[in-house]
Structure formats: structure tokens, C-alpha cells
């Protein structure tokens, strides 16, 4: 979601602030700023692209060597102009919007009590421009101001309720930045020139200029100086954090030979489940961490959070864990199951799915089940450095690499992956993977990458599928056992990225109320592998027939179902067993993008959405 970079150096940083939005693009977002120290404040702001504010800046000569710099993705306020951040604080008394304030000051998260500091702040004769919450810390801070600028900081975060990742410095104190977190993602940089320090949301924002990083912690607050920085913990004490050395890269932003980077992902899927599964030369628990064998040997049952996408991978190796592993698995929306009674059982291994490891809901789902006394924690995560992993005891590290395009793509496989092995060494840890279905498996898993180049080859017919597709406003989904989860999927990405209405239901339930809706006008998209459910399967794909609805039907090479008016068929390459999910939903992905280009959307950056949601 919003995204946050500020630096202090002896040298113009503005460059590298507008940089690093752009690396922080992919993040989603619907207006962008910049602000420096130049013998006052001074400031960018745009609701178009980086690349305008850039051109914005130039124009302005904006330089300094003390800056902040935004992506903003609305929840305050209209994306507009007036609402983007940084903000800055306004002197009380007089004309306050002639008279500027000493703070700038960027922000990511929700102030929940900013109505109440707003009311006292006008009050004391604060003027308000921006309908947004963050507003709210930068009058405050102004308010709170005497002279230092972290003393100012450790007061306002004291009175906020909510999330947030704060960044801000005072005209007052022009080779200083400030910084706090809570609820949201804060990294450090460590520069080695220029006296460079450095606040992001993530490292990427700072590939290419620093490998150097601290990754602040919970409550975590930050004073950045020229050559120097300290940290403090959530109790105000002075604390040293470790820095690491992180190969953030940056070569995934080119393009390459294709239009968009989701399709450029969607391709990247066999790379992608080959390096996640690179080293994975037989079944044993310690794939997830040292301790994994004894966690897994005391379980007797699986608790997965997760949430969009992640959640659906979740739903499909319910599937694989119990009929495989045996083990009871409950599947739960993490923003959900927080604020639920549930009954714990200390015996549940939690699993937490998320690709940036920094999702807001699935982490203060994990915490919460961790108060409940369920300590048995193991995440399935893109990024090694990420909340989630270092918050969870066991994991699994996915290598799809930086995902761009909101929409998810090759992080979902990816995941499938690490959740298909979870099963298989939790099977072997409870006795119940002979070695004759390990070897399977195992043989199965390495042909992956070469069966989905299979897939990849259908995007041709997908395309003739899509021009039907992009006239349409309505589409129904349907998956029966398995392959159920990846008809919600499906769903999702054409809902995503095309604005187009679609659902899925379990084919079993046409009869309980979707099928009123069944008519020509509307497409109806059929998950059918050749498994045990396709004879009841192809019982309900003659209940849409019957309606005069419209079969677009995705079918294995041996399952008999033919091309004839009103179905149309596409054939995967070969049935894959269990692993049939991870190579079905191929099609849809590419169903998905090339509707959303024939109807002209933004298929990286879909209105209203964000890549990394870190408010709830």
C-alpha cells in the first residue's frame, strides 16, 4: 500500500527519494510527494505517476539534502491533491494557512482516535486542508515541539491509536529525521557516503543505494542525524538492532519482451516453482526449521490465516492436508478470525500464509492466536526478512521473487508449493508417507516447472476465450472437490483487474441459487480435470447447458468433453493428481490479463487496490 522513503546527506537527496518511490510503485497507490529542507519547506505533490512528480520536481528545482518522500493509496480522504502526503503543519492564530508550521511529516496506517485529536487541535486554533488522519500527527507534532524533534515524536505516538510508520523532520532541525512504527513496516538504511541515513517501507525502495538494514521493530522509534542514527524501543529505551546485509533486488522492474508485468509473472511461474523447490531432495520436517520435527510431531491439527489470494492456497491444501496428512485443517480470513470467539487448542500448528510478510490482518490474526495460547507457528512467506518470519517459530521461505503486479500471480504457486511439501512432511512426521508416495511426490514436484510451460503454451486459445470475455459484466466460476478453491481464485483475478462482476460456487450448488442467474449473456467458466468428481461434474455443466448457459471449460486431455455450441474447451496438457490446481489456474491467470487488456484497464495497478495491504 502507501509507501515511505526519507533520507538526510550532505548531498541533493531528492534523486534517490523519487527513486526509491518508483521502486515503490508496484506497492499500489493513487497520489505521490516529495518534501526537503531548502531554507524552509518545500514540497512536490501529484495525483498522477512517479514519473510527473519527477517531472514536477525538476521543474521546481526542488533540492535538498534532508527530504521525505510518499505513495499514497486513499483510505482518508479523496485521492487528490490536497489529501496527498507529506504534510505539513500549520502555525496557530492569524491566516495558519499563510503562516507554515515547522514539521513535514509522511505516514502509512490509520490513526483510529484521529477525530478526537483533530477536534482538540482546532480547538487550540490548528487549521485543517486534507480530510486525512495523518494530518492530524503533523499538528500534533507541531504542538508538541520545543526545540527537539524526537522528544516531539515520542509525545504525539504516545496519543495515537491505530497503525502507523511515521516519518518526519522540522525546518527548525534541518539535518534530522524521525521515525516510528507500530502496526506498519519500518526499515533503516545505513549509507556509506555522504553521512546518508535512510527510513522505507521496504528494502527495495532502497535497492541500489544501501544493502545495509535495520529492520525496526514493534513500537520501534528512530533519530536519524548526518552519520549517525539511534534507535529506541517502544518503552523509550535506547536499543541496538542488527543490521543485515540485504541484496534487495531491482532487475525484476524490467519489462522485457512483455506488455505487463503480470504477464511477465505469469511466465516467470516455472522459474519461480524451481527455485522455490531448489534443494528439496526428499520429505523431512527440517525443510521448515530445526525445530520442525519435534513442533510437527505434537500437533493434531492446522489453523491457516491468510487473506485474498493467500487465502485461497490456504483453502486448497486443506485438501491436501487432510486426505494426504490426515490432519484436521480449519481455513480462516484473517481479518475474520480476530474478531471471533473461537476455541483454541495449543496442540494447532498455525500457518500463516502471505506474500510480503508484512499483511496487517494476518499478523494481528497470528498474534491473537498466539494470546489464545496456540504458540505452534509456521509461515509460508516470499520475503526472509519480512514481520511474519521473524514472528512466526518455523518457516517456509518461497523464492518467486518481486511480484509488481497487484494482482498475484506466481507468489500464489509459489506458495501451493511450499503448502503441498508442508503436507507431505507432516504426512511423513504422523507415519503416514510410505516411501513409494514420497519418491511420487517427489517426481511430481520436479516436473512441475516443465508441465506449467505446458500450460503457458494454451495462451493463445486463452486470448479467443478473453474477446468473448471482455464484452461481458458478469461471470460465474465453478470447481468442484479441489479444484474449488481455484475457481475462487479465478474469480478474483478477472473481478481484480478487468472490473468485471465474477463469483465461483462449488458446481454442486448451481441448484441452490446461482443457476437462477444462468443465462446467455453470461459465461460460465469450468474448472474439469479428469478426478473422481467428473461425472458429477459434468451433471452440473448440463444444468447450465439446459439455461442456455455459456460453457468456457478448462478440461484435462482425457476427461471427453468436446468443443459444441455453447462450450468451448480448452485442453490442458496432461492431469497432474494432487498438484492439478498449481497448473489449472494457470489458464485463468491469462484469462484474467488478456480480458483486462482487451477492455484497455490499468492491469498492474487496478483501481482501488494496493500490492502490500499493511492497514486493516
Known sequence: ???????????????????????????????????????????????????????????????????????????????????????????????????????????????????????????????????????????????????????????????????????????????????????????????????????????????????????????????????????????????????????????????????????????????????????????????????????????????????????????????????????????????????????PNPRTLVVTITQSGETADTLAALRHAQSLGMTQTLTICNVATSAMVRECKLAYITRAGVEIGVASTKAFTAQLAGLFLLTLALAQSKGRLSDDDEAAHLKALRHLPAALQAVLALEPQVISWAEDFAKKENALFLGRGLHYPIALEGALKLKEISYIHAEAYPAGELKHGPLALVTNAMPIVTVAPNDALLEKLKSNMQEVRARGGVLYVLADADSHIDSSEGVHVIRMPEHYGALSPMLHVVPLQLLAYHTACARGTDVDKPRNLAKSVTVE
Not at 193 to 212: C, K, N, R, Y
Not at 257 to 269: A, D, L, V
Open 1 to 343: 500500500m502507501c509507501g515511505i522513503v526519507a533520507a538526510v546527506s550532505t548531498r541533493n537527496i531528492v534523486p534517490i527519494l523519487v527513486q526509491g518511490l518508483q521502486r515503490l510503485e508496484y506497492r499500489g497507490y493513487d497520489s505521490c510527494g516529495v518534501a526537503v529542507y531548502a531554507d524552509g519547506l518545500k514540497r512536490a505533490r501529484s495525483t498522477s505517476r512517479v514519473s510527473e512528480l519527477q517531472a514536477q520536481v525538476s521543474a521546481d528545482h526542488i533540492e535538498g539534502g534532508t527530504g521525505i518522500a510518499h505513495t499514497r493509496w486513499a483510505t482518508h480522504g479523496v485521492p487528490a491533491v490536497h489529501n496527498a502526503h507529506p504534510h505539513f503543519s500549520h502555525g496557530t492564530g492569524g491566516d495558519a494557512s499563510a503562516r507554515p508550521g515547522k514539521v513535514a511529516l509522511v505516514h502509512n496506517g490509520i490513526i483510529e482516535n484521529h477525530d478526537e485529536l483533530r477536534a482538540a487541535l482546532q480547538a487550540r486554533g490548528y487549521v485543517f486542508h486534507s480530510q486525512t488522519d495523518t494530518e492530524v500527527i503533523v499538528h500534533l507534532m507541531d504542538s508538541l515541539y520545543d526545540g527537539d524533534l524526537f522528544e516531539a515524536l515520542k509525545a504525539t505516538v504516545a496519543q495515537l491509536h491505530g497503525a502507523y510508520a511515521i516519518a518526519a523532520f522540522c525546518k527548525d532541525e534541518p539535518h534530522r529525521v524521525v521515525g516510528a512504527r507500530a502496526g506498519s513496516p519500518l526499515i533503516l538504511g545505513v549509507g556509506a557516503d555522504h553521512g546518508e541515513t535512510f527510513l522505507a517501507s521496504d528494502a527495495m525502495a532502497l535497492a541500489g543505494v544501501t544493502s545495509q538494514i535495520v529492520y525496526l521493530e514493534e513500537g520501534d522509534l528512530v533519530d536519524l542525524q548526518l552519520g549517525k542514527y539511534w534507535t529506541f524501543d517502544r518503552d523509550h529505551q535506547r536499543v541496538e538492532r542488527e543490521v543485515k546485509t540485504v541484496h534487495a533486488h531491482s532487475g525484476a522492474a524490467e519489462l522485457g519482451p512483455y506488455r505487463h508485468y503480470m504477464q511477465k509473472e505469469i511466465f516467470e511461474q516455472p522459474r519461480a516453482i524451481a527455485d522455490t523447490l531448489e534443494g528439496v531432495n526428499g520429505i523431512v520436517p527440517e525443510l521448515f526449521g530445526d525445530q520442525a520435527w519435534r513442533t510437527f510431531k505434537d500437533i493434531d491439527s492446522v489453523l491457516i490465516l491468510a487473506c485474498g489470494t493467500s487465502y485461497y492456497s490456504g483453502c486448497t491444501a486443506k485438501y491436501w492436508l487432510e486426505s494426504i496428512a490426515k490432519i484436521p485443517t480449519q481455513v480462516e480470513v484473517a481479518s475474520e478470525y480476530r474478531y471471533r470467539s473461537s476455541v
